[in-house]
């Protein structure tokens, strides 16, 4: 391998979704996998095979569709995992089991804690290394391209951490990921880490030391960049940074660090940072977590100069006061607007420049709901078009079908609410008041359907700016201890309120089904 090249492994679509307490549909993830196809990643990681049944279809649909990429699958360190994932990622083109096992004490003590994995520290140690290179064997009966994750190793004792790591390189293990699980860990010492495992492994040459940093104390990406700088030549990140907790190493601000300071690098890597800005868009929208305007490299405002000395001197000398381009991340310079004269070919264009491939029959649909929202707000944009694509395209079955919803309210009144719905083929029809509209809409609804999930958190936002923006709701429910989101959109923000709450009960009953 060469020794300047540093390995890009996305795992947005498993450590990232993991934490947006949402789960993707197959068809979105396989989206999402061809725009990190795009961007030129060297490895996703596509899911968790055994997680779920969806993830499971997740998995092997990328693998059977993207072929310019190798697919990844995580698994614990069991056999019926690594055989799931196994089965999942058969159809790749190039395949990856990412298999391991908690490394830190704290993980030893917490989850090996039953007697049967050994009665002393000691003996529970040298069970975990047997367990780990079993999996890694395991692994291997499905690719010849096994990474190993020694989970926690930011807080292992050095020793044992040298030798599980000399054990599953002998078993076959290629990639050595190092993760700060807890992102517990600072620049200096991550970076020592690296150095010391490089100095005291003693076959560490036949395997890349892969990087894996969350961001707790705030210091993911500084943590990935010290331990390239010691030599590790892969890196785990996600787009936008989301991931477990305060979220994993932003991928964006890693690749972009290392190109702006070559100078101190001297590495490179091959991704096409002009996609990252339309990447960073399509996760946020898709997975719900909007990007803040001040995030580095992506936010609305990384290249937005306000003040009249910046301005003034960027005018001037763009360098003055910006170290990027704006353009290299593909961030846009204008807004693009549709309106309903745009047509079905320019909606089409458009749609593929924001990463969407969609079907006839699904821009017809795309068509159809975008020329009814031009029609209102005579200007459509792309904020506008990622809610529709949303709305339209990657929903869930209806299991439940809003076709009608009145609310009355006013001062001095008692908010109450009908509503019509198709409820698993049937026909009902329910009325209820509540604290507010909304309140008394989701009070019908219930009724209506029979289900009463926990409401945990309704949110709503205007998508773009005018009285006739389109509200987008979303709300986050409980069921059966599960979180599911729900999300809607209209120029009616009650109504939009609605469609967010069932399209919530839509997904918990699609996971029933799979
Ligand atoms: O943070 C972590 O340790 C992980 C592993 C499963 C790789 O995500
Ligand atoms: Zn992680």
Known sequence: ??????????????????????????????????????????????????????????????????????ICGLTRARDEDIDICGKAVAKAKRSRIHTGIGVSDIHIRGKFGDAKYGRTIGAKKANIIKMAVKAVKRALRYTDDVEFYAEDSGRANREFLYEILEAVVDAGATTLNIPDTTGYSIPQLFGELIADIRANVPNIDKAVISVHCHNDLGMAVANSLAGVKNGA??????????????????????????????????????????????????????????????????????????????????????????????????????????TARTGRHGLKHRLEELGHKLNKIELDKTYKRFIEIADKKHE??????????????????????????????????????????????????????????????????????????????????????????????TVKIRDNGRIFIGRGLSTDIIEASAKAYVDALNRTEAVKKS
């Open 233 to 338: 030549r892969q890196i785990e990140g996600t787009i936008n940074g989301i991931g477990e907790r305060a979220g994993n190493a932003a991928i964006e601000e890693v690749i972009m660090a290392i190109k702006t300071r070559k100078d101190f690098f001297g590495i490179e890597t091959k991704i096409r940072t002009e996609e990252f800005y339309r990447t960073s868009r399509m996760v946020a929208d898709m997975l719900g977590m909007p990007v803040p305007v001040n995030k580095a490299v992506v936010g609305d405002n990384a290249f937005a100069h306000s003040s009249g000395i910046h301005v003034d001197g960027v005018l001037k000398k763009r360098e003055t006061y910006e170290i990027m381009k704006p353009e290299d991340v593909g961030s846009p310079k204008t807004r693009v607007v549709l």
């Open 1 to 70: 391998m060469n020794k300047d090249k540093v390995i890009i492994f996305d795992t947005t679509l498993r450590d990232g979704e993991q934490a947006a307490g949402t789960r993707l549909g197959a068809r979105e993830k396989l989206e999402l996998a061809r725009q990190l196809a795009r961007l030129n990643v060297d490895i996703i990681e596509a899911g968790f095979p055994a997680s779920s049944p969806e993830d499971f279809r997740a998995v092997k649909l990328i693998c059977e569709k993207i072929r310019t990429v190798t």
């Open 380 to 473: 459509v944009f792309d904020e506008d078009l990622a809610a529709i694509i949303s709305d339209e395209i990657y929903a869930v079955e209806n299991v439940f079908k809003l076709e009608y919803l009145h609310v009355a309210c006013g001062t001095g009144t008692l908010p109450t609410a009908s509503v019509k719905m198709v409820v698993r083929g049937e026909n009902k029809q329910a009325a209820a008041c509540g604290d507010g509209p909304v309140d008394a809409a989701y009070e019908a609804i219930r009724e209506a359907t029979g289900l009463s999930p926990k409401l945990e958190n309704y949110s709503i936002r205007a998508v773009t700016s005018g009285k006739e923006a389109l509200g987008e709701a």
